[in-house]
């Protein structure tokens, strides 16, 4: 039996894992969605605080799973509780250097919309309209529209401070395995990423790195749940 930790990206809560969660402990294994603090004063560093503590309670070293924001988060975390962590996945997305923000990894005009989407609430990031992630280019394919109604009924505004501000990285451990799950990316883009050097790529050329497709929209748990419960499994 392996012991799973899946983490939920931005907005979302661990509800989103339900299907995937199930998939795993059908085939005998143990898995736990963790819940990320969504407070007005909740920041990329309080929620590695939060794996952190979802890390602290779990019996022996688990498959620790990060989905889009919580990828990086996942990344810094493993790096300080590397012995409660025997692999690191990072589902559709990836690390992100020391203090890089999400905010700051995506085209300026993408910046421009998320800090104008937090100036206009106040103290945070709503969950976007399926219109305005298209018009941000992050794929929604596989999501129905009843299905994206009823995640973002459940979101919650994530905090200013999770999206403007990065996580505090450590040293990467060459020894733990490291998988991505390209859903909305082809491996072939990551590849000339890493090669081409772009932050956030850069260190993902090493040999504990591997990726694997699984050709779906950015929410592979709600389009392909049976899909990625298989592939994590695999992992085991």
């Known amino acids: 039996m392996t012991m799973f930790l899946l983490v939920p990206g931005f907005w979302i809560d661990p509800s989103v894992w339900d299907e995937v969660a199930a998939a795993l402990r059908a085939r005998g294994h143990d898995a736990t969605a963790v819940e990320l603090g969504h407070a007005p004063t909740d920041t990329a560093?309080?929620?590695?605080?939060?794996?952190?503590?979802?890390?602290?309670?779990?019996?022996?070293?688990?498959?620790?799973?990060?989905?889009?924001g919580?990828?990086?988060?996942?990344?810094?975390a493993a790096e300080r509780a590397r012995d409660r962590v025997a692999?690191?996945?990072f589902v559709d997305t990836g690390p992100l250097?020391?203090?890089?923000?999400?905010?700051?990894?995506l085209p300026p005009e993408g910046q421009r919309w998320v800090r104008d989407a937090i100036a206009a609430h106040g103290s945070g990031q709503p969950m976007p309209t399926r219109a305005e992630f298209d018009e941000l280019g992050t794929s929604t394919e596989g999501f129905s529209?009843?299905?994206?109604?009823?995640?973002r009924a459940r979101s919650r505004v994530e905090p200013a401070g999770a999206v403007l501000t990065g996580a505090r990285r450590g040293t990467?451990?060459?020894?733990?395995?490291?998988?991505v799950v390209a859903c909305s990316f082809a491996p072939e883009q990551v590849r000339a990423l890493?090669?081409?050097?772009?932050?956030?790529?850069?260190?993902?050329?090493?040999?504990e790195w591997t990726t694997v497709a699984l050709p779906t929209g950015h929410w592979p748990m709600v389009s392909e749940p049976a899909a990625l419960a298989e592939l994590l499994a695999s992992l085991a």
């Open 45 to 68: 560093e309080s929620h590695v605080d939060d794996v952190l503590a979802a890390l602290g309670t779990a019996d022996g070293p688990v498959v620790l799973a990060g989905h889009s």
């Open 70 to 76: 919580a990828g990086p988060v996942c990344a810094a």
């Open 87 to 89: 692999h690191l996945v």
């Open 97 to 105: 250097p020391d203090g890089v923000a999400q905010v700051d990894f």
């Open 145 to 151: 529209d009843a299905a994206f109604a009823a995640v």
């Open 172 to 179: 990467p451990d060459p020894t733990l395995p490291k998988t």
């Open 194 to 207: 890493i090669d081409a050097g772009v932050p956030g790529f850069a260190e993902m050329g090493g040999p």
